[in-house]
């Protein structure tokens, strides 16, 4: 109650069909321009790309794979000019090199070394064309940069320095090369992006298998291979990535990366005060004490969603004191890490599709802390300990601990204070405060493990699904008609919103389920209360954004959908899209399709400008589907080329044929 609804508000587009084109489709009355994608040139200098002769020194000029985060900084006041900041995941080798046969096919020693160089980020000056909200990269612009896994970091705050990060190549800890699996990020008042870094533990590996205790397992519990799995291999062209010859290299890795893209000579930091675990991203907003307030989630099956506030306040003004005091302010803080309670007796939404008695799914948090005042909050374990191997601090939390901070029987952890046991969700992805109404969102992407079976978790209020429904085809011999059936697990994620209790710098907050995604038709699914019958179907929420006017718009990761069509019974997984949803007023809930991205690809990144005339997107992996090669790909987008045509992930914008407001 109390927050009226923005002016400006209103998405009167019509939704977007769900469909397998390669193609990006918008709602009528848009239209898209490809603005950047794999190859084009970032750097004076830069070769033209050429997919049959490409080379590590020509990508690390280029403009890198799988773009994912977009940051956008303007350079002038009239936003005519801007730096856009974009993430490069991780790469597809089967679609960037011809003779890659599959996803974990082996590859040579230089594609290995071109692939390293599409990773990590690129930032690119762009400016806007005409009236609309068309925006082109600006050729050789000053402040071009590509940042790759050649790139010197620094690593700062408690962690910097500590035995847990020194390697033979950094013996005082404190210098990293490169940041890997960049994924959502966030963009500060003062001027800087932020990066999560989070599937890195797919680049470790070792043909010397590796033994670790059970009471500290560092490398199994962030998904880390102890031996040499398939695929990347890093590890036969940089023996960094060796784990038996280096085993702190991957210490330096699963961080959150503050980058100063206004100052292309700017060394990115590395900020330990964050915690280390799949950063999915990270985004900050000014407690009312002044303190700054980071949101990340950890995005893993069971995870955690933490919090970080800085000890330091923020300083407003754009003057160079002011800002080199606010470059230092992620260096030092408090680190929490969420606890949800339930306010229902069962949080189950899925069987019945009955929501609880009180007509929500809600309750109150708590943030529990792991590092408060320069201290760890395990006992027999340093700061530095904590921040590196936050995982295993969190999982620690309220159970019972021997003299050295471990379990005493790893297999059987004992609870002592379930008050201080933070909550296992569905896969935290991107976490983003709402600038009109004040309230944190944050996406749960799905959990297909949350069953309650086999001695897997089972729901709880604000992971309250274990059963999600698909369609069944039709059986022609049977007889029996199209159809829908239940599946295990969360598959299609949802979305949670809470507000802080005083000030966003506190430690509780209450929590309500904002949207579980789906099938609107099929009982479980939940739009803020919202008939279904009127929104679009939605599956996997990923990365978050709100239009100046407090509008909720959403990207999708694996969408699991499948649309019942007459001719073919079921097809499963449409093509992922970016919708947008009212977060207050009559229309609260009211989910609609925006757009939707060519096959195979995610949609990530979107960011809507000030204005509200622009929304980039990025088209992450287009073409990524089982057998899809460069010889056979199963997208063409965006090139169309007759010739050898393969996908090429890009950064687009989408604008208002009439230079109007995007999603009215
Ligand atoms: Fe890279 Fe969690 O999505
Ligand atoms: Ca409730
Ligand atoms: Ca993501
Ligand atoms: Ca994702």
């Not at 280096?246 to 990115?268: A, K, L």
Request: with cysteine.
């Amino acid at each position: 109650g109390g927050v009226t609804r923005a002016p400006g508000s209103d998405l009167t587009f019509q939704p977007v069909e769900q469909n397998f084109l390669d193609e990006l489709v918008t709602a009528n009355g848009y239209r898209y321009s490809v603005v950047m994608r794999w190859g084009d040139p970032v750097l004076p200098g830069a070769p033209p790309f050429r997919i049959d002769r490409q080379t590590p020194e020509a990508q690390a000029m280029q403009f890198g794979y799988n773009c994912d985060y977009i940051g956008f900084l303007p350079l002038d006041d009239r936003d005519r000019q801007a730096l856009l900041v974009v993430n490069h995941e991780y790469t597809n080798e089967q679609l960037m090199f011809a003779g890659v046969a599959g996803e974990s096919a082996p590859t040579t020693p230089e594609q290995k070394r071109i692939a390293m160089m599409a990773h990590g980020i690129s930032v690119v000056e762009v400016q806007r064309h005409g009236k609309t909200g068309e925006w082109r990269p600006v050729r050789n612009g000053r402040r071009n940069r590509r940042i790759t896994t050649d790139t010197p970091m620094e690593l700062t705050g408690p962690a910097a320095g500590s035995p847990y990060l020194r390697t033979s190549a950094d013996p005082r800890g404190r210098t990293v090369l490169g940041t890997l699996n960049n994924c959502a990020g966030g963009m500060t008042p003062w001027g800087t992006t932020l990066h999560g870094e989070e599937n890195f533990n797919q680049y470790f590996g070792t043909a010397t298998p590796i033994t670790e205790s059970a009471k500290e397992p560092r490398l199994a519990r962030y998904g880390v291979s102890t031996t040499r799995p398939p695929g990347r291999r890093w590890d036969e062209v940089d023996p960094r990535f060796d784990l038996a010859r280096e085993p702190n290299e991957v210490n330096r890795f699963g961080w959150v990366v503050e980058v100063d893209p206004y100052d292309p000579t700017s060394t990115p930091k590395k900020r330990t005060a964050l915690g280390r675990f799949k950063h999915e991203g990270a985004n900050v907003q000014i407690a009312e004490d002044g303190r700054v307030v980071a949101y990340s989630g950890d995005d893993e099956r069971f995870d955690y969603i933490y919090k970080f506030v800085s000890r330091k306040t923020y300083r407003p003004g754009t003057d160079s004191a002011s800002r080199a005091h606010n470059l230092t302010l992620l260096e030092d803080g408090d680190l929490y890490v969420a606890r949800f309670v339930g306010d229902s007796p069962t949080g189950e939404i899925d069987g019945s599709g009955e929501l609880p008695a009180d007509g929500e799914l809600d309750g109150y948090g708590e943030w529990i802390p792991l590092v408060e005042d320069g201290r760890a909050m395990i006992p027999g374990k340093d700061v530095a300990w904590v921040l590196t191997f936050t995982r295993l601090a969190a999982d620690r939390l309220g159970k019972q601990l021997d003299a050295n901070g471990d379990f005493p029987d790893p297999a059987n952890p004992v609870v002592v204070d379930a008050a201080l046991v933070p909550t296992k969700m569905d896969r935290p992805e991107d976490i983003q405060v709402n600038p009109v109404n004040g309230r944190v969102y944050a996406a749960l992407t799905n959990n297909s493990n949350r069953t309650g079976v086999n001695g897997r978790p089972g729901a709880d209020e604000a992971n309250p699904i274990t059963r999600s429904y698909a369609f069944e085809p039709a059986d022609e011999e049977a007889g029996t008609p199209a159809t829908f059936e239940q599946q295990p697990g969360n598959r299609n994620g949802h979305v949670i919103e809470w507000e802080e209790t005083g000030s966003a710098s506190g430690t509780s907050f209450t929590w309500r389920i904002f949207l579980v995604c789906g099938d609107p038709q099929f009982p479980g699914t939940y739009f803020a209360g919202y008939d279904r019958s009127k929104v679009s179907a939605i599956s996997c929420p990923d990365n978050l954004e709100f239009d100046p006017a407090g509008n909720l718009w959403i990207s999708t990761d694996g969408n699991v959908l499948s649309v019942r069509n007459q001719a073919v019974g079921t097809l499963g997984g449409t093509n992922d899209g970016l919708f947008a949803v009212p977060t207050e007023g009559p229309e609260r809930g009211y989910l609609k399709a925006f757009l939707t991205v060519p096959l195979g690809a995610e949609c990530s990144g979107p960011l809507i400008t000030r204005d509200a005339r622009s929304v980039f997107v990025a088209v992450q992996h287009p073409g990524e589907t089982t057998g899809s090669t460069v010889e056979n790909p199963s997208s063409r987008w965006p090139d169309f080329q007759a010739y050898r045509p393969f996908p090429r992930p890009s950064v687009a914008v989408v604008y208002r044929t009439d230079g109007g407001r995007v999603g009215s």
